[in-house]
């Protein structure tokens, strides 16, 4: 799972979540987790592993001068509150709300890449209020679904006249502080919950934190060499239908909770 999530992440550049969750879900059912647990704690796992990931990337791309810091700094006030108000929300849910709202998120996500969406326009960026605002959407809806929120911030980015590779270069930098909060957050909301199993701190479970981390940052480098050689766009048409299949999933898994 690490391996995959972080081949996936260094050759088509999208955070590990999309399908680190759907799978940690699985595991974590079956290893008899408890049902009302199982979705929060793959979401919270999953969001802990950018924590790690995330500062690779993001050295990778700073390291080519594509990160524009100034953005990233007017983005990350609000990124920090809201990637630690979404894991609030999602303990209100229960599993079936959560697992439903995770599906129809990654499905959503799945549309943009297997069309390649990739909207421009030449509006300048929002003003401070504007900004904490648009940060405030990212990090809830990150730390709700445990990704580096790259769907949703890109997007809005390219949407204000940024440059594709320096959005998602300035996206990269962003997980960082989302992971941090969303991690924090998780810890403290799951921290004493009824029924964690052993290795837990909060809704992380450690033992999967460590492993899928040391993994995917062992993979991620080969996804990313080869990422100047294969057929990007058609891969991530595939990993589309990965993410498709993924998503329905998560959609079962809420109808049968």
Request: aromatic share 10%.
């Amino acid at each position: 799972m690490g391996c995959f999530g972080g081949f996936a992440a260094g050759l088509l550049g999208i955070g590990g979540g999309m399908v680190l969750v759907p799978f940690m879900t699985m595991i974590f059912s079956a290893k008899g987790f408890a049902p009302h647990l199982v979705v929060h704690m793959a979401i919270a796992t999953s969001l802990a592993t950018i924590l790690f990931t995330s500062l690779s990337s993001m050295r990778a791309h700073h390291r080519h001068g594509a990160v524009l810091w100034r953005v990233a700094g007017m983005l990350a006030p609000g990124i920090v509150v809201g990637s630690f108000i979404g894991p609030w929300i999602g303990k209100q849910m229960d599993t079936s709300a959560l697992a439903l709202f995770f599906g129809v998120f990654v499905a959503f996500s799945a549309t943009q890449m297997l069309f390649n969406r990739k909207p421009e326009g030449t509006r300048p960026l929002p003003g401070t209020p504007g900004m904490l605002a648009a940060g405030g959407l990212v990090g809830v809806l990150s730390g709700l679904v445990g990704a580096g929120g790259g769907f949703v911030s890109i997007p809005f980015m390219t949407w204000r006249g940024i440059r594709i590779h320096n959005a998602v270069a300035t996206s990269a930098a962003l997980g960082f502080p989302i992971a941090l909060s969303g991690t924090i957050a998780n810890i403290v909301y799951g921290w004493g919950e009824a029924g964690l199993p052993p290795g837990s701190l909060g809704f992380v479970w450690v033992p999967a934190l460590l492993i899928v981390v040391a993994a995917s940052m062992a993979v991620a480098p080969l996804g990313a060499k080869l990422a100047h050689r294969l057929p990007v766009l058609k891969l991530k048409r595939i990993f589309a239908c990965i993410l498709y299949a993924l998503a329905a999933y998560m959609l079962w898994k809420a109808y049968a909770g």
